[in-house]
């Protein structure tokens, strides 16, 4: 199958992918554009999952004010250099995940950092929706056990479906940034104010 130039300049207009990358992918797809943008996607998927082990040590601090003043998120946002903390690139996610705070009030960046007290009571008010039921306990386990799980996405930032796009998540977003910009990035924290 020949690969026209038309076909490359859109995919790479819908993806931002290098030309090489962009190639690769109409030829590994048969020249379908939806299979090459999800060829991509996960192919930054797993360069971002070999990356998720370096050091952070970098970044910036990025923040949103609601229009009335009342609001203001804080987010640490960590990369491995200098270089990639000053692009705007970088920049424009640290804005982005500090509206999706100001937006969606998380209050973890990860599942397993929502405090073990919450889901407790969580978990009791789950079971008090069951009392009386006559559900087999191992039934009833399976159910408790999605609701925390659900919970604890519902908490925690990265797990939380974008605000912008909720079609994906901001950990999915964080992971499209890091296979664009070839370094780890974390959120390392952050502040949500509001009066």
């Known amino acids: 199958m020949t690969i026209t130039v038309e076909q490359i300049k859109e995919l ?11 190639k690769k992918a109409l030829a590994e797809t048969g020249g379908d554009i939806q299979k090459a943008i999800t060829w991509l996607r996960e192919k930054g998927k797993a360069s971002a999952a070999k990356k998720g082990n370096r050091k952070t040590s970098e970044g910036v601090i ?24 000053r692009t ?3 920049q424009e996610l640290a804005r982005n995940i500090a509206l999706h705070i100001a937006a969606a009030d998380p209050l973890v960046v990860k599942p397993e950092e929502v405090p073990e007290a919450e889901v407790e009571n969580e978990k009791a008010i ?13 039934i009833m386990d399976k159910i408790v056990e999605g609701k925390i799980k659900k919970y604890r996405e519902e908490r925690a930032l990265v797990t939380q479906p974008f605000v ?9 977003l964080i992971k499209e940034s890091i296979a664009e910009l070839g370094e780890n990035i974390t959120v390392n924290d952050f502040k949500r104010l509001s009066l």
């Open 12 to 22: 790479r207009s819908l993806t931002g992918a290098g030309v090489v990358d962009v």
């Open 62 to 85: 990025g923040t949103y004010i609601h229009s009335n003043n009342k609001l203001a998120v804080l987010v640490a946002l960590a990369c491995e250099t200098d270089f990639v903390a």
């Open 88 to 90: 705007d690139k970088f």
């Open 126 to 138: 789950a079971l008090k929706q069951f009392e009386g039921q006559k559900k087999p306990q191992e």
């Open 164 to 172: 912008k796009n909720p079609d994906m998540n901001v950990g999915d």
